[in-house]
């Protein structure tokens, strides 16, 4: 089953409920003089210490006024960290800005920052609201030109000096972001790549959503599949109807399968389109982030969903919809547009402060592929890739894939906020690593439980506080995945976890090592250059285990003896955990400790019956290593500190460096 290791971001970022990302609808040179820097043979730059924030509440705030600020955040706080922006809905912005211990007082009206810090910008770049990438091009400009973002009204009612207007300059974003290729990359700081929405929808207050089609039960294995006929004439009188998939049963991840629509109005039919076709462009009104199949059907697992617009014929007496699916769906109806379109905020300000490029291509789309593959092309390996891709699962799989070819590495990081700040904090992190304690080798089962999801530093500033703050945290060993980047990024976010850290924490390095890469398809005579810099970004952070994700042709792969060597070699790592297997097993390609991880689905009660099937034929006459992969999303301290209580005897729960120490004991490695 495919499903995104992404798809409850927007959840935990906290955006307006119900936000997702959408994927559409000569100049001189800037100055080049900024106080913060990337000496030390940093990957990410260093900000000047924060010493005194005005602190503004934008959770309320428009998505036009939350973007203009973020880069005036940008702007400003490129030389001195002085604006941090309350954007997460979730508070965690605020639990952040109180760990900080800095000095800072509440700003009663966002918008009065524009006058306060008027004279550190020069003007508004203006984009087009009806072409969203056109806000991404914006706030390229932007970063080059000291400059906030800003619609046509924002710019006349702050009274800022239009720079450049972008209305009617591009048709489709291809032509976007060749023209911005083309014209500002070599103005741009080349030292890093990004990539965010330029928009993002949000639902429109009072909308009804009448259900029209629910399953009856969860259904996992497609034998519901059929053509289902539903009436939508309840539907008719306005303009047009919107029709939404989602999935009935979010928890397991088996949503609505769609092949085939046809609508029919009156006897006539109206419109009919195979999903994943260009013929169903026309009526894809949000994909949110809905996933496309290779033989040719749209699906939406968990909090995912998408939605169609159709248009009747005026006087339309009847409507129905015939639906070629199948597994969980869930379809609602309603007349009344859902949503509407604004600027995606988040990250903004560290795109301006470090005058980077910033794109949306699509990584599975050809031409969009062909574009991103040619912005990749202009860095040096190990250069970071900073936001994400559009296109859900296999977005990642491709985008992800797409940089690692390239020798890039990509910090999930699209919806991270205050960067520009968290960046010059100086808190000590600990380069000391943790103590082993005494393990001796028996004839037991060893289980380690890895959270995973801790390469994404959105993630990390957002959801795994909220969980690492459970009181039932530290009660079973429990490994932690984090990004190590994070000393660069937000210094003081890792060192919090680093000393609050229990005995029975283990923090270890995400997919898959420094920044979020599929090792195995870097050039082979790049990856050296991975593992060294991963390898230093683990001395400097003190963490000796990594996790591990090594995708290719969109599907697990081991890794080469060549990719294990490398690590071995340079990484300094105990043991490395690889991700998304289907049991445990043990192996040293290159040298390398390396063990599979096993991700059983449900409950604590379920991935205990799980484990007590892997153990099944064991003879009791050996040790056996088996790692266990915990859903971060799902799953928090007190499901584990459950699923601990049940491991007794034979199973003995143990951190990740006690778990591959046993591991080359038995090994011999």
């Known amino acids: 089953m495919d499903t995104s290791r992404r798809t409850f971001l927007k959840l935990a970022a906290g955006t307006v409920a119900g936000a997702s990302v959408i994927t559409d609808r000569a100049w001189p040179a800037a100055a080049t003089t900024a106080t913060h820097h990337w000496s030390g043979h940093r990957v990410l730059p260093q900000f000047p210490r924060p010493t005194r924030l005005d602190v503004a509440d934008l959770t309320s705030a428009n998505g036009a006024d939350q973007a203009l600020l973020t880069t005036l955040q940008g702007i400003v706080n490129r030389h001195d960290p002085r604006i941090w922006l309350l954007l997460a809905g979730d508070g965690t912005d605020k639990t952040w800005l109180d760990t900080l211990s800095v000095a800072h007082h509440a700003v009663a009206d966002p918008l009065s920052l524009v006058q306060r810090y008027r004279k550190e910008i020069s003007g508004a770049i203006v984009y087009d609201t009806d072409m969203p990438d056109s806000i991404n091009i914006a706030t390229t400009l932007a970063g080059l030109h000291n400059a906030v973002i800003a619609t046509a009204d924002q710019a006349k009612t702050l009274k800022l000096p239009v720079i450049q207007d972008l209305h009617g300059k ?26 965010i929405p330029g928009g993002q929808t949000v639902p429109v207050d009072g909308v009804v959503w009448t259900t029209v089609g629910k399953v009856s039960a969860p259904v996992t294995d497609n034998s519901n599949k059929g053509t289902y006929t539903f009436d939508l004439s309840g539907q008719l009188g306005s ?11 979010p928890n397991d991840g088996w949503g609505p399968s769609v092949q085939q629509v046809t609508l029919i109005a009156d006897g006539t039919t109206i419109a009919s389109f195979q999903p994943t076709t260009d013929a169903e462009l026309p009526y894809l009104f949000d994909a949110d982030g809905s996933s496309i199949a290779p033989g040719g059907w749209r699906f939406a ?10 248009a009747p014929p005026a006087g339309t007496k009847a409507l129905s919809v015939q639906i070629l699916m199948w597994n969980e769906y869930l379809i609602t109806a309603t007349n009344t547009s859902p949503t509407e379109v604004v600027a995606f905020p988040f990250l903004r300000d560290y795109i301006v402060a470090n005058r980077a490029m910033v794109s949306w291509l699509e990584p599975d789309i050809a031409d969009q592929a062909d574009l991103l593959s040619n912005i990749f092309a202009k860095v040096v390996p190990t250069t970071p890739y900073l936001g994400w891709f559009p296109g859900s699962v296999n977005g990642e799989w491709a985008g992800v894939g797409l940089a690692s070819q390239h020798g890039i590495e990509v910090l999930a990081a699209d919806f991270f906020s205050n960067a520009t700040v968290l960046s010059g904090t100086r808190d000590r992190i600990q380069s000391k690593r943790r103590s082993v304690p005494m393990a001796t080798l028996q004839n037991k089962v060893y289980v380690t439980l890895t959270v995973m999801e801790g390469d994404n530093v959105q993630y990390d500033q957002h959801r795994l506080r909220q969980i690492w703050d459970n009181a039932d945290r530290g009660k079973v060993a429990t490994n932690w995945t984090i990004d190590p980047l994070l000393a660069d990024l937000a210094p003081a976010m890792l060192a919090y976890y680093q000393r609050t850290a229990s005995p029975n924490d283990l923090l270890i390095a995400g997919p898959s090592g420094g920044g979020y890469t599929y090792p195995g398809t870097w050039p082979a005579a790049e990856i050296d250059a991975f593992t060294e810099m991963t390898g230093a970004y683990l001395r400097r952070t003190g963490m000796d285990v990594i996790h591990i994700i090594n995708v290719s042709n969109q599907s697990p792969h081991p890794l080469t003896d ?12 105990l043991g490395v955990i690889l991700g998304w297997g289907s049991a445990s097993t043990v192996s040293t390609p290159g040298g390398l400790p390396l063990i599979t991880d096993f991700g059983p689905a449900g409950q604590p009660a379920d991935f205990k019956q799980a484990l007590q099937g892997q153990i099944s034929s064991w003879d009791g006459k050996s040790p056996v290593f088996i790692a266990v992969g915990i ?37 011999g490695t």
């Open 170 to 195: 591009f048709t489709d974003k291809i032509e976007a972001y060749t023209w911005q290729l083309e014209n500002l990359w070599p103005q741009c700081n080349q030292k890093m790549l990004t990539g």
């Open 239 to 249: 303009e047009a109807v919107y029709l939404r998939f989602q999935d009935a049963y």
């Open 631 to 667: 859903p971060a999303w799902v799953w928090g301290p007190t499901e584990i500190s459950q699923l601990g209580a049940m491991l007794t005897d034979p199973f003995e729960v143990v951190r990740g460096d006690t778990f591959f120490t046993l591991i080359r004991q038995s090994t």
């Open 562 to 573: 060549a990719v294990g060597a490398s690590y071995a070699r340079n990484s300094g790592t």
């Open 301 to 310: 697992d968990g909090g995912s969903y998408w939605t169609y617009k159709f």
